[in-house]
């Protein structure tokens, strides 16, 4: 059971591991199998699209690192990347939106997600 000594220090996002490793191993990443022509085609378009450069189209990557549990039943979450949230997405937004940006950014909505959040459509260009 948790104690709750975890309320009030680390609480969000933030970068915690050690050890961290990104590699290419030795686990290809193309289909061997031919009987499934129509897999190794689509992954193929994949790779070859995957970045543009040719970088690791021959094998997956391995992503490694070290973590220490701090709590017990604590609820921890890992991502390759911090999260850009639909929140964050909302302040970069209204950040933008200056007095002065006015004269040649708008943003109207381009649409709604399926759970009904509007997605906005920025448009900069000279004398909106």
């Not at 915690?16 to 031919?34: S, W």
């Amino acid at each position: 059971m948790d104690d709750g000594s975890f309320w009030g220090q680390k609480y969000g996002w933030f970068r915690d591991c050690e050890n961290i490793n990104y590699f290419q191993n030795d686990i290809p990443r193309y289909c061997t199998n031919t009987s499934n022509f129509a897999a190794n085609v689509y992954n193929d378009k994949f790779l070859y699209n995957n970045n543009g450069h040719g970088e690791g189209v021959e094998n997956y990557f391995t992503l490694s690192f070290e973590y220490r549990f701090e709590y017990c039943e604590d609820e921890v979450w890992f991502a390759h990347a911090v999260p850009y949230t639909y929140s964050d997405m909302q302040r970069s937004v209204a950040g933008m939106m200056t007095p002065e940006n006015s004269k040649i950014m708008r943003t109207e909505i381009l649409c709604k997600t399926l759970s009904g959040l509007p997605v906005p459509l920025m448009t900069i260009t000279q004398d909106v």
